[in-house]
């Protein structure tokens, strides 16, 4: 059974930084897209970003282009975003989620990264604050 644990959110001031972790464990391939999104009140839930755990290929949203970097540990199998520079529009519940990869899915992922039916699995988010 995969299961996908985040942590790491608070409240922060702008300006500050955070680094959120995400562990998966049950997972049987090495081939994943691992994206974080966020879901901000009254707004959908939105792709912030994603890494490609065969390549390590990553993908931003424009907001997150610059303040954000996400990486990846195969060997704790666990993701992070490191958000920096933080502003009160960043604030929202973050998720990690899981999609397992297939060639033509690989293929395609610059293309569908942030969208929702890519991941199989999500976790149950973490909050982050930033005060306006």
């Known amino acids: 059974q995969v299961q996908v644990v985040e942590s790491g959110g608070g409240l922060v001031h702008s300006g500050e930084s955070l680094r959120l972790s995400c562990v998966v464990s049950g997972v049987s391939s090495d081939d994943y897209a691992i994206g974080w999104f966020r879901h901000a009140p009254g707004k959908e839930r939105e792709g912030v970003a994603c890494?490609?755990?065969?390549?390590?290929?990553?993908y931003y949203a424009e907001s997150a282009k610059g303040r954000f970097t996400i990486s990846r540990d195969n060997a704790r199998n666990a993701v992070f975003l490191q958000m920096n520079s933080l502003k009160p529009e960043d604030l929202g519940v973050y998720y990690c989620?899981?999609?397992?990869?297939?060639?033509?899915?690989?293929?395609?992922?610059?293309?569908?990264?942030?969208?929702?039916?890519?991941?199989?699995?999500w976790g149950q988010g973490t909050q982050v604050t930033v005060p306006s």
């Open positions: 890494i490609s755990t065969s390549d390590g290929m990553t």
């Open positions: 989620a899981v999609g397992r990869l297939n060639q033509g899915k690989r293929l395609q992922l610059p293309a569908i990264w942030d969208s929702r039916s890519t991941y199989d699995h």
